[in-house]
């Protein structure tokens, strides 16, 4: 395991909790993309516990989405595959005509194919069509239409698999999360967090049913509790967590150690983010202010 903080957080605790009345999310339009079961269906539950004004659940199966929606107050479910340019573009365009704003985007969805890199290309680049591919084009959409409009949220759900070294069997899953996350820090370079917050999350280990597909028990693992990466979700869409702005966190890192640690993480603009292992980080605009001028 990842240690940042003292504490490891494997349940929701009241920093974070959905109840908690500095966690509400009143007023504001969230989205989550792969929303239909586990770890999605459980952040959009937690949005709705912060009183979340409307949640739009994406997945592929309409009716596990909409099961999952029928569940929620305030929200709905819209089809719409990750791995599909047009479904993207439809989605975004529908929410303008309706009026509808967003104000908070979680990127959930992703494409797992276990094997070797020498495998099927065809499979590989499959995986990195969903987890790459089709979230930047969620997230381009996205701050497309904030227009100049601040006080947005963008967290990725990625997976620790980001940074496993080594990744036996996992190598198309590992890279394609560690690409994302790596663009998505990049981003923040771009957009002020005043603007939208953008924030990547290992949402922890939870036993889903994808981890039942795969053949893992509930004895394989010291599973954290479901409902941490949903409220980790909520509370990383409060200003409190615009210090986090560009990095990568473990949603098992308790959050007021991390506050403790603000100035700290401010500081290092290479801390908690994608990067070669065991080397400071490096600073491009350091590298090129350093190269001499060519004679004419």
Known sequence: MAHFTKIYRQ??????????????????????AGASSGIGRSIAQSFAKAHAARIILLGRTES????????????????????????????????????????????????IIPGSLTSDITSIWRSFETTVLGNLRMAQLFVAQMGDKNGHDLI?????MAHSNPAPGQGSYSASKAAFASLLQ????????????????????????????????RDSLPWDD?????????????????????????????????IQRKA?????????????????????????????????
């Open 11 to 32: 349940a929701s605790y009241s920093a974070i909790s959905s109840e908690n009345p500095l966690n509400n999310q009143i007023g504001r339009t969230v989205v989550v």
């Open 156 to 160: 990725n759900i990625s997976s620790f």
């Open 226 to 258: 479901e409902d941490l990466p949903g409220d980790y979700c909520v509370w990383a869409s409060t200003p409190a967590a615009s210090f986090l702005h560009g990095r990568f966190v473990w949603a098992n890192w308790d959050v007021e150690e991390l």
């Open 264 to 296: 700290e993480i401010e500081a290092d603009e290479g801390l908690l983010k994608i990067g070669v292992q065991g080397v400071e980080h490096v600073d491009i605009r350091d590298i090129f202010t350093k190269v001499p001028e060519r004679k004419a």
């Open 186 to 217: 990049h981003l923040a370079e771009e957009i002020p967090s005043s603007k939208a917050t953008i924030i990547n999350v290992h949402p922890g280990a939870i036993f889903t049913e994808a981890a039942d597909e795969y053949g893992l028990t």
């Open 64 to 111: 596990t989405l909409t099961a999952a929606a029928a569940a929620l107050p305030h929200a709905e479910a819209r089809v719409c595959d990750i791995s599909s340019e047009s479904d993207i573009q439809n989605l975004w365009e529908r929410l303008r005509d309706e009026g509808i704003h967003v104000d908070v985007l979680v990127l959930n969805a992703a494409l």
